[in-house]
């Protein structure tokens, strides 16, 4: 079965986070419904192999979100059930932070700034062997205060890389406050429009809304690189964890893993 | 070496199309003739190094193979991060050509200057260093490196000191060359880089010095090394690095509680150039010209 129901993901991170008793939860659930579009609808991997070197390519830049993408690729069937229990536990090979030695993962990312840079190489060579494989790369808000991820979307437009799609996670928060807080962003659209980009704003929870804008970039050969600025809450899924910074750091207990739970089994 | 770097290239590149040579808007002159011969393989990265290598990553991993070319002062040293995570942590193919290493750039100050480059590097894993001393050195560290399955960081330093070799070398990853080869001196220079030309000047009028040169400083052959340096009174250590870290730091590890005999590396000192001047003035106030050295020797 090839669902990617949000609720079943979001289930997943849950089991891995108190499992493995890990922190990150909130900026895990705010990508849910991004990867869960890109897993279901648009990453091509031909003959399901993730490895493949005509595959589409995913590079999850901000890496402290890697649980979400590890319950995609356990729904995709590339991820084991006993991988998943295993996550964060001693020799397990999952890592609190996406690493690149796992099928499916392209870059070793956590520390910022790097996963849009490789993306852009990747998206380079698709264009230089004439291939028609996508690069998508999802890369956080509060991560973009680092210098090379203007670097590298100068680099996206000047080489016209129009398979380059980076959706930005706009939750709003970075590790010690609000981005206004802490680096204001002011207009994220406009100041990649600023970059050369091709920008959109949408609700990044709205499957519909991701699906309709993928499909018009990745459509759009105008050798403009591309851009989602996804309006996301950090947390989303569990109300005592949306918009709470704290579970950026916190970890599950009993009590807190069986509210979450049953919130997410409900109807809300 | 820098011809023989441009060759070398360039011989490559018509060979692979695969490969490509990425720069940060450096290399001015260097690369007319890749230029010409390869158009479709240089890309020209702008003045942003951290991107510049992560974008060699995303090269490397679809199946190029990126030259990085920067002055040794900004690769490795700027993006000492990308290399580890982007490029080392997965062993992807990429070779860092570090331009200018040392003190060559010497009336800019130390912002252009890089005597830390191999120190920074060494604790990396899946990375080889190399430093070649000529024109014969450059052709060979640039085979071992395109032959190698990991990533390479190949230091050119000061580039028009001439030859230390009369003939083309060979070997494997991590052996010594000798240069002035007299198994019988108890005194042995083991230098890299520019400080093999240095070396073979004090070493030419005292036959009392056995002289190799070290293109590889990761790998490195050690017990070859080992083999080499039995037997001596005295090593010395000849480098345009830092005396930390480097070369010197290097054939230490392999001979500690080994081998015991006079040991002393000389390098630069745990400071930064004080003044401006050409290269020859920068190799003296350092204490590395070959007229400051003699005395160290007689």
């Known amino acids: 079965m090839d669902s990617f129901n949000v609720k079943n993901i979001r289930k997943t991170i849950l089991d891995m986070a108190f499992s493995g008793s890990t922190v990150h939860v909130g900026c895990a659930f705010s990508i849910v419904e991004i990867l869960a579009v890109l897993y279901r609808s648009h990453l091509n991997f031909p003959e399901n192999d993730v490895e493949s070197p005509i595959r589409d390519y995913m590079v999850l830049s901000k890496g402290h979100g890697v649980m979400a993408q590890y319950a995609c690729l356990h729904e995709k069937g590339y991820l084991a059930n006993e991988d998943i229990q295993q ?8 890592k609190g932070l ?5 099928p499916g993962i392209e870059a070793t990312t956590g520390s910022l700034g790097h996963g849009l840079s490789v993306a852009v190489g990747l998206a380079l060579a698709a264009k230089l062997n004439k291939t028609e494989q996508m690069c998508y790369v999802i890369v956080g808000d509060g991560e973009i205060n680092e210098g090379p991820i203007w670097e590298a979307a100068l680099f996206a437009s000047q080489f016209k890389l129009d398979n380059l799609i980076v959706i930005v996670d706009k939750n709003g928060f970075q590790a010690m406050g609000t981005t206004d807080e802490v ?3 002011g207009s994220i659209e406009k100041k990649f429009a600023a970059f050369e980009f091709d920008a959109v704003t949408l609700n990044g929870h709205s499957e519909p809304e991701l699906d309709i804008a993928i499909n018009a ?7 403009r690189p591309k851009v989602i600025v996804a309006n996301t809450v950090k947390g989303k ?4 964890m949306e918009n709470d910074n704290i579970w950026h750091y916190t970890r599950l207990n009993k009590e807190t893993y069986a509210a979450a739970v049953a919130e997410l089994q409900g109807d809300k | 070496m820098r011809a023989a770097f441009s060759d070398a290239l360039v011989a490559a590149a018509k060979a692979n199309p695969k490969i490509l040579l990425l720069t940060g808007d450096h290399g001015y002159a260097l690369f007319d003739a890749f230029r010409k011969e390869c158009p479709q393989q240089y890309i020209n990265c702008g003045i942003a190094e951290q991107n510049m290598v992560g974008v060699a990553a995303g090269l490397a991993k679809a199946g190029f193979i990126p030259f990085v070319y920067g002055l040794s002062a900004f690769v490795p040293i700027r993006v000492l991060e990308q290399i580890k995570i982007d490029v080392c942590y997965e062993s992807l193919k990429v070779i860092f050509i570090g331009d200018g290493a040392g003190v060559v750039y010497s009336h800019l100050g130390s912002s252009h200057q890089s005597t830390e480059d191999i120190a920074a590097l060494r604790a990396i894993p899946n990375l080889n260093i190399l430093s070649p001393a000529d024109p014969y050195e450059l052709s060979y560290t640039m085979s071992l490196a395109l032959n190698s399955e990991h990533a390479t960081y190949l230091r050119m ?19 010594l060359m000798p240069v002035q080869v007299n198994p019988q001196a108890k005194t042995l220079i083991l230098a890299t880089g520019s400080m093999v030309s240095v070396g073979s000047q004090i070493a030419k009028n005292n036959p009392n010095i056995d002289l190799y040169s070290v293109p590889s400083i990761k790998p490195i052959n050690a017990s070859a090394v080992l083999d080499i340096c039995a037997g001596r009174n005295k090593i010395y250590i000849l480098e345009e690095h830092s005396i930390y870290g480097g070369l010197g730091s290097c054939i230490a590890e392999i001979i500690a509680g080994k081998l015991l005999c006079d040991f002393k590396i000389i390098g ?3 400071r930064f150039s004080e003044r401006c001047g050409d290269y020859a003035y920068l190799m003296e106030e350092h204490g590395l010209n070959a007229m ?3 005395g160290v020797f007689l």
């Open chain 1, 237 to 240: 899924g569990v109300s005592f």
């Open chain 2, 157 to 175: 330093g000061k580039a028009d000191l001439g030859e230390v070799h009369s003939e083309p070398v060979q070997g494997d990853i991590g052996a």
């Open chain 2, 292 to 294: 400051k050295l003699e």
């Open chain 1, 217 to 223: 970039f990745k459509t759009n050969k105008n050798g």
């Open chain 1, 87 to 94: 996550y964060f536990k001693n020799g397990s090979r999952l």
């Open chain 1, 183 to 185: 680096m204001s962003l």
């Open chain 1, 98 to 102: 996406a690493d690149a030695h796992i």
């Open chain 2, 268 to 270: 630069i000192k745990d």
